[in-house]
């Protein structure tokens, strides 16, 4: 399933690039507690139909919307989310590549902030962008 691809070739460059800064990313494939004052990342995939433009069925299209949340404590100022929404539409940048294992890929809208959301201890801000891609399907049979 080429979903899965798209997430994974985006997830790759996510964590390297989060390795980097240092900073955590929370995702459901793994136990996750935040640290006290600790800022981090919650990664979600909301995939999209899937399409097949192309007689004989050779190949799929894939589309999606990948969510990345800036989660900080409260009393963090707002600064320090609004830097990581900037470096997050440098790293997901219009038009730039996913590939992954036969899966060929575009980042096709740009970073998107959405509102802040707050609680008691933290608050959170979601960023957003959407991705498109094709991928071969196996002969029937194979």
């Given amino acids: 399933m080429s979903q899965a691809k798209a997430r994974q070739a985006i997830e790759i460059k ?4 989060a390795t980097a800064r240092p900073i955590r990313v929370a995702n459901f494939q793994q ?4 640290q006290p004052g600790e ?3 919650q990664a979600f995939q909301l995939p999209a139909g899937t399409t097949c433009r192309y ?3 050779e190949a ?3 589309t999606g919307v990948y969510q990345v949340s800036i989660v900080c404590p409260a009393g ?3 600064a320090t989310a609004e830097s990581l929404v900037d470096e997050l539409s440098s790293l997901f940048r219009v038009d730039s590549s996913l590939s992954r294992n036969g899966f060929e890929g575009l980042i096709t809208g740009p970073v998107d902030q959405g509102p802040t959301i707050t609680e008691s201890a933290t608050y959170t801000v979601p960023t957003s962008f959407t991705y498109r891609g094709v991928a071969e399907q196996p ?4």
């Fill in 60 to 62: 799929y299209e894939y």
């Fill in 31 to 34: 136990a996750f507690e935040a």
């Fill in 55 to 57: 007689l004989g069925g």
């Fill in 76 to 78: 963090e100022p707002l």
């Fill in 14 to 17: 996510l964590m390297a690039w």
């Fill in 139 to 142: 002969p029937a049979g194979a």
């Fill in 39 to 41: 800022t981090y990342l």
